[in-house]
């Protein structure tokens, strides 16, 4: 008689674990992105997935879609998402039914993450194009993207600098933090005020923090 107690998956390692849970739910939600998640396992054993999708980053992504859609609606062209790392966000984007979006471009200098950012948001098709390219050389111009997303202005040492790229007019996501103590966010702000200021947005349609246990989330929505 089988021991009801034992795992049936006792020999399994945490990646099997991961792989076989993920590829049961997304065949019970039939959701694109858990499905995504799964293929992303399968495929990209090494990928610090589990980082990109831990309940902090999904809580700020859906703090992010919900504000976005209540101050811009939910109708886009062209989205660029810079620091797009893994694809999470249009990933989370394109499984939104809020938004009706024609495309999305997720842009990182890491070429690493591009093969993975497109294992994850295989089932957009052409609507989704994972790129690798520095955030300061694009040609933001000729792009004409519709919103440009940076949900990661702790990492770029001037904000201002970056922003003065962007055509006048541009409807702009932003996120910066208070976490100041890793080593990595060169240019935190103590304060949503101090946020808003350094951004010097020409428009504020959202302003607003998101608490978190170690460190405060800004946000701002508007055009610049």
């Given at each position: 008689m089988m021991d009801v107690t034992q795992p049936r998956n006792a020999g399994m390692d945490g990646h099997e674990q991961a792989l076989d849970l993920t590829r049961g739910i997304a065949a019970y939600v039939?959701?694109?992105?858990?499905a995504g998640l799964a293929r992303v396992i399968a495929k990209h054993p090494?990928?610090?997935i589990a980082n990109a999708f831990n309940h902090k980053q999904v809580a700020c992504k859906m703090w992010a879609l919900d504000r976005l859609v209540e101050s811009c609606g939910g109708r886009f062209g062209r989205i660029w998402i810079l620091g797009?790392?893994?694809?999470v966000l249009p990933a989370m984007l394109f499984n939104d039914a809020r938004f009706d979006i024609a495309a999305v471009d997720s842009i990182d200098i890491d070429p690493e993450v591009a093969p993975v950012a497109r294992t994850l948001n295989r089932e957009a098709g052409d609507r989704f194009r994972a790129l690798t390219a520095d955030m300061h050389a694009l040609d933001y111009a000729a792009g004409q993207?519709?919103?440009?997303?940076?949900?990661?202005?702790?990492h770029i040492a001037d904000l201002g600098a970056w922003l003065a790229l962007l055509p006048r007019g541009t409807n702009v996501l932003l996120q910066s933090n208070d976490y100041f103590s890793e080593p990595t966010h060169i240019n935190c702000v103590a304060s949503l005020a101090a946020?808003?200021?350094m951004a010097a947005l020409g428009e504020v349609r959202f302003s607003g923090e998101l608490p978190t246990k170690n460190y405060t989330r800004?946000?701002?929505i508007g055009t610049v």
């Open positions: 039939k959701c694109p992105l858990v090494k990928a610090d797009g790392w893994y694809g993207p519709d919103l440009v997303v940076n949900t990661s202005c702790e946020f808003e200021a800004f946000m701002l």
